[in-house]
């Protein structure tokens, strides 16, 4: 069966790291773009960073820009480093992998459960 499972998160104060991992199994997803969303409570899921197949090309929206960085270690591997964490980074976030436009959560294929990051100021 196909899955992404994200592991990683926890509760870290505000300034600080964390590393999020999202591990596929089942299948190996060529050519598709892997991104990382993430949703609050009572506020919609919305777009984080995603990254192409190859690692070449990598997308941030700018409330993390110069602070998290997506990266894969293997093929099947994604991860987030996410540095200088605040307060408003709190909440689930999810992997996921889509063959259609990154920024739209709508297009994504396949979905990781969620891992929680709580950043407490």
């Known amino acids: ?6 592991s990683g998160g926890g509760l870290v104060q505000a300034g600080g790291s964390l590393r ?8 190996t997803f060529s050519n598709y773009v892997m991104g990382w969303f993430r949703q609050a409570p009572g506020k919609e899921r919305e777009f984080v960073a995603a990254i192409s197949w190859s690692g070449g090309s990598t997308y941030y929206a700018g409330a993390v820009k110069g ?11 994604l991860l987030l ?12 976030y999810y992997c996921a992998a ?21 950043v407490s100021s």
């Not at 069966?1 to 994200?6: D, K, N, P, R």
């Not at 602070?67 to 591997?77: E, G, L, P």
């Not at 889509?98 to 709580?118: A, F, I, N, P």
């Open 67 to 77: 602070r998290f960085t997506i990266s894969r270690d293997a093929k099947n591997t």
């Open 81 to 92: 480093q996410m540095n200088s964490l605040k307060a408003e980074d709190t909440a689930v």
């Open 20 to 27: 999020l991992s999202c591990a596929a199994s089942g299948r």
């Open 1 to 6: 069966q196909v899955q992404l499972v994200e």
């Open 98 to 118: 889509t063959l259609g436009v990154y920024w739209r959560s709508d297009t994504y294929d396949y979905w990781g459960q969620g891992t929680q990051v709580t």
